[in-house]
């Protein structure tokens, strides 16, 4: 039953202490015991008071749906609304059947069995949201009224924030009541936002609540194995790999190895990727835990860690972060059009003129990534490099980027950037036969070669981490170790 593996991730009530919400609870407890109370008086005092609203006569029922040890399968009839949203109704927690241990589950049961008894009358409706859309104007669709817009959007404006980001196409359902009057009230109110959440807005003691519910999902780990024939899409393509995943493995490799230059037929890869599943299906490949990739002959290892700010980091098995402070390419979609060759003749003025840079050749307009943090050194025009950028990365290092069409809007002279940011764009100012990059890279004032210069490793883990690191990676380690032939395919 799918509705049931749902648990609670989030609690965002307007600020409201753990007190206030036993506070609440506890009332309803005494709102029941008092409503059993006038139950029992009116079943016993007068069959002839028939004419009893049917909003009240069924919250004088209310409390005998509560009852403890009431066998799991009537609860869950009582949790399922009559025509239940696709979204579905939280598991609510303490309503497992199970004998209750002390009054607080006891109160809980009471509290839940009387929310699920509520439940169980909602009238259900969905609209769908249309381009334009606010609450004031769908709300009136299912025959709500701006005072439940009011209402609703007087809950914590953070905690309703996908109620006030709603796209078009997204699926409300409204859980309604018939009052007294003949109006309807709002008692629920449930949104998908993804695969694995919903938003939920409930109404408890006359106050609504909102708090986004997340799906329990089932990590699975799973071995894939792919070898290079052609491209490395192809071959995720082939070992069941989606292009997210393909993706993350070239970026964690992609400090080691070129993808675009250095992988060769016969490289192969191994992946122990953690895949999400709800009642079996998939909805997320999850991360890769850990990663073998063989490229010449060499095999590059990556385990994942994540630090106690859920952080996720990928690193060597001794701890070496897997990023380098430079990126080896500041232009990832490109072909090199020229290399670093000290006795160069210049293709334009056809003397003997080294190449102290690499050239990236790449459509006019293609972004141009800083390879490091730095600080902009030069901004502007230099001769036959035309429009160019010079960074400064710490003491020793600079690298310089030529042939631009134009900046990235907000790079001056004298800012920082960050590894991987856009500082300009591909074009052909200066000396330049077409469009490229023009990239060099120098360590203490020299050019180096950019595509084989030594690149300084980032931060490798912290110490205090190594423990806890050792105990999550060992395992990976011995079963990225299992020859590819003998492994099993999948394993829990
Ligand atoms: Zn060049």
């Known amino acids: 039953m799918k509705r049931n593996r749902l648990i609670r991730q989030t609690y965002q009530i307007k600020s409201l202490s753990d007190t206030k919400i036993l506070s609440i609870k506890y009332r309803y407890f005494v709102g029941l015991v008092v409503l059993s109370v006038i139950g029992f008086f009116l079943a016993y005092s007068s069959s002839s008071d028939t004419q009893n609203n049917t909003s009240q006569s069924r919250n004088l029922n209310l409390p005998n749906l509560a009852i403890k040890n009431t066998p799991a399968s009537s609860h869950r009839s009582l949790i399922d609304s009559p025509s239940p949203p696709k979204t579905s109704a939280p598991r609510l927690n303490s309503i497992s059947g199970k ?154 490799f992609g400090w080691d190895i070129d993808f675009a230059l250095d992988l060769r037929k016969g490289d192969h890869f191994k992946l122990i990727l953690n895949e999400a599943f709800i009642d079996g299906n998939k909805v997320d490949d999850g991360n890769i835990l850990a990663a073998d990739f063989t490229n010449r002959g060499k095999t590059f290892r990556a385990i994942r860690f994540v630090d106690s700010r859920g952080l996720g980091r990928y690193y060597s098995p001794e701890g070496d972060s897997m990023r380098k402070t430079f990126n080896r390419t500041p232009v990832p979609l490109s072909r090199i059009s020229s290399r670093f060759n000290p006795n160069r003749k210049h293709p334009i003025l056809k003397t003997n003129r080294p190449h102290r840079g690499v050239d990236y ?89 950019p595509l084989t210069v030594k690149l300084p490793k980032a931060e490798p883990l912290p110490k205090k981490y190594h423990v806890q690191f050792k105990a999550q990676a060992t395992p990976l380690i011995t079963q990225l170790d299992i020859p590819v032939n003998t492994s099993l395919a999948q394993s829990r």
């Open 361 to 449: 050749a790449a459509k006019k307009g293609t972004p141009i990534l800083a390879t490091g943090d730095g600080k902009i050194d030069f901004i502007g025009t230099k001769g036959g490099y035309g429009r160019t950028v010079i960074l400064s990365h710490g003491g020793k290092y600079t690298t310089l980027y030529a042939h631009m069409s134009r900046y990235k809007k907000g790079i001056r002279s004298g800012k920082r950037v960050k590894q991987g940011q856009t500082i300009g764009y591909i074009g052909s100012s200066g000396l330049a036969t077409g469009p490229h990059l023009h990239y060099e890279f120098r360590v203490n004032g020299t050019h180096r070669n």
């Open 99 to 252: 004998k209750l241990k002390s009054i607080e589950d006891n109160r809980q049961e009471v509290v839940t069995g009387l929310e699920a008894a509520r439940a169980s009358f909602l009238a259900w409706d969905k609209v769908t949201v249309k381009s334009g859309d606010n609450l004031s104007l769908i709300f009136p669709r299912v025959g709500l009224n701006a005072r439940d817009v009011y209402l609703v959007t007087q809950i914590d404006k953070k905690a309703i924030a996908p109620l006030l980001n709603l796209k078009p196409g997204q699926l409300i359902h409204f859980g309604t009541l018939m009052q007294k009057d003949g109006t309807l009230s709002l008692e629920a109110l449930k949104v998908a936002l993804n695969p694995i959440e919903a938003f939920h807005v409930r109404k408890v003691n006359e106050v609504y609540y909102a708090e986004t519910i997340k799906l329990e999902v089932d990590l699975i780990q799973k071995q894939i194995t792919g070898k290079i024939d052609s491209s490395l899409f192809e071959a995720g393509l082939i070992a069941g790999l989606t292009d997210k995943v393909v993706m993350e493995m070239a970026h964690i």
